[in-house]
């Protein structure tokens, strides 16, 4: 079994920069498919970034440009630099694993770390 867990959130104004990590313990795979989620009270899970084994990258239209993600195989570590934050990306934000990329449900998932962006 593998466990996620997030850090690096935190209260941030407008226009700043943050940078999250998620660290994989336990059972890990290079093949896992990685990905970066955030939700807000009362909405639904959003997809912001996802990676796949061979690098190869995806993003939600709403952070392409300002967030990227990327990972360290050598220390289990998942990463999302985050720049150029606004209000709207206040969210409790949530690392995932699957085995694959094309699968639709994640295996597994963190606990959050939480970003506030002040205007």
């Known amino acids: 079994i593998m466990q996620l867990t997030e850090s690096g959130g935190g209260s941030v104004q407008a226009g700043g920069s943050l940078r999250l990590s998620c660290e994989a313990s336990?059972?890990?795979?290079?093949?896992?498919?990685l990905g970066w989620y955030r939700q807000t009270p009362g909405r639904e899970r959003e997809g912001v970034a996802s990676?796949?084994?061979?690098?190869?990258?995806t993003y939600a239209d709403s952070v392409k440009g300002r967030f990227t993600i990327s990972k360290d195989k050598y220390k289990n570590t998942l990463y999302l630099q985050m720049n150029s934050l606004k209000p709207e990306d206040t969210a409790m934000y949530y690392c995932?694993?699957?085995?694959?990329?094309?699968?639709?449900?994640?295996?597994?998932w963190g606990q959050g770390t939480q970003v506030t962006v002040s205007s």
């Open positions: 995932a694993a699957k085995d694959l990329c094309w699968y639709p449900a994640w295996n597994y």
């Open positions: 336990g059972y890990t795979k290079s093949s896992y498919c």
């Open positions: 990676i796949d084994s061979d690098g190869s990258t």
